[in-house]
């Protein structure tokens, strides 16, 4: 319990405490997008374009609030236990999609989430087209953040490690890299189950500060965003994405009257990107240990 004489200092000055209840919300889409940002970095990372990290943020969101209105299960236990679902999912279908490259592996990841996306529609436990409201706010800010730099910071050493190097081979060209002796298909594999953690864990994060899920929130339009996230800042290293991610998150704040032409500006991001920045604002590579 908080002493007396600290909770009787410990007071929030007004002005603070009126930014963040007007910027709340947004504060926190900037650690959950960033997470978004992350999960398709790692992705990026082994030169495969999968798009089916939306469905895998809907299958962390939908799961932990079943889990939390119907289970009564504590927040602590929901949070870890919503990468179950996108996990065992990654994995159903890691193995026949990751057999496929470039755009057959996105065409393929964003049917998988389409189907999702009608499955949510038409089932009732899920809500149906109406979603779920009435989903407690247990997600708080340093909870948001905390797991972010916690993600950063693991995805940091595992850049900068011989997992990294072998990572970095495999974006080049993964057949060069596949007779260096490098497990191609495990770290595809490994690469998309940690995007999928990454994912689901930002969906359980961004249900619990909301209040509310829908079917259209993890359609492909989410899906072509969290793409122009790690296209706008870099694949170079883990913050690059991120800052990607706070750049496209903080722009419709900057623009609200254009805010119908959100998905026309992640659009062109895209173009432009592939055309004139294809290694992204944050271009450089983090150094690694030698080998």
Same mark, same amino acid.
């Given at each position: 319990?908080?002493?007396?004489?600290?909770?009787?200092?410990?007071?929030?000055?007004?002005?603070?405490?009126?930014?963040?209840?007007?910027?709340?919300?947004?504060?926190?889409?900037?650690?959950? @997008?960033?997470?978004?940002?992350?999960?398709?970095?790692?992705?990026?990372?082994?030169?495969q374009?999968?798009?089916?990290?939306?469905?895998?943020?809907?299958?962390?969101?939908?799961?932990?609030?079943?889990m939390?209105?119907?289970?009564?299960?504590?927040?602590?236990?929901?949070?870890?236990?919503?990468?179950?679902?996108?996990?065992?999912?990654?994995?159903?279908?890691?193995?026949?999609?990751?057999?496929?490259?470039?755009?057959?592996?996105?065409?393929?990841?964003? +049917?998988?989430?389409?189907?999702?996306r009608?499955?949510?529609? @038409?089932?009732?436990?899920?809500? +149906?087209?109406l979603?779920? @409201?009435?989903?407690?706010?247990?997600?708080? =800010?340093?909870?948001?953040?905390?797991?972010?730099?916690?993600?950063?910071?693991?995805?940091?050493?595992?850049?900068?490690?011989?997992?990294?190097?072998?990572?970095?081979?495999?974006?080049?060209?993964?057949?060069?890299?596949?007779?260096?002796?490098? @497990?191609v298909?495990?770290?595809?594999?490994?690469?998309?189950?940690?995007?999928?953690?990454?994912?689901?864990?930002a969906?359980?994060?961004?249900?619990?500060?909301?209040?509310?899920?829908?079917?259209?929130?993890?359609?492909?339009?989410?899906?072509? =965003?969290?793409?122009?996230?790690?296209?706008?800042? +870099?694949?170079?290293?883990?913050?690059?994405?991120?800052?990607?991610?706070?750049?496209?998150?903080?722009?419709p704040?900057?623009?609200?009257?254009?805010?119908?032409?959100?998905?026309?500006?992640?659009?062109?991001?895209?173009?432009?990107?592939?055309?004139?920045?294809?290694?992204?604002?944050?271009?450089?590579?983090?150094?690694?240990?030698?080998?």
């Amino acid at each position: 319990m908080m002493p007396a004489w600290l909770a009787s200092d410990w007071t929030i000055p007004a002005g603070l405490d009126d930014f963040l209840w007007t910027y709340g919300h947004l504060i926190n889409s900037l650690g959950i @997008n960033g997470l978004l940002a992350l999960s398709m970095y790692v992705v990026l990372a082994v030169g495969q374009l999968s798009l089916g990290q939306a469905a895998f943020m809907g299958l962390g969101a939908y799961s932990s609030v079943l889990m939390t209105l119907t289970l009564k299960l504590p927040f602590y236990v929901v949070l870890p236990a919503s990468c179950l679902v996108p996990v065992l999912f990654a994995l159903a279908v890691g193995v026949p999609t990751l057999r496929l490259s470039g755009v057959y592996l996105a065409i393929a990841t964003i +049917g998988l989430g389409e189907v999702l996306r009608a499955l949510y529609l @038409n089932v009732d436990v899920f809500g +149906g087209a109406l979603g779920i @409201n009435g989903i407690p706010e247990r997600a708080q =800010t340093w909870m948001i953040f905390g797991m972010l730099i916690l993600a950063l910071l693991g995805l940091w050493l595992v850049g900068r490690s011989r997992i990294g190097r072998a990572m970095e081979a495999m974006r080049e060209d993964a057949t060069a890299a596949a007779v260096m002796g490098v @497990n191609v298909p495990g770290y595809q594999l490994g690469a998309l189950v940690a995007s999928a953690v990454l994912a689901g864990i930002a969906g359980c994060l961004s249900a619990h500060q909301s209040s509310f899920i829908g079917p259209n929130e993890y359609g492909f339009e989410p899906a072509v =965003t969290i793409l122009s996230f790690a296209l706008l800042g +870099g694949i170079g290293t883990p913050v690059a994405p991120v800052v990607g991610a706070w750049i496209l998150t903080l722009l419709p704040e900057l623009l609200r009257g254009f805010s119908d032409l959100r998905l026309v500006f992640n659009g062109l991001i895209i173009v432009v990107a592939v055309l004139f920045l294809p290694h992204g604002l944050l271009g450089w590579r983090m150094r690694r240990r030698a080998a």
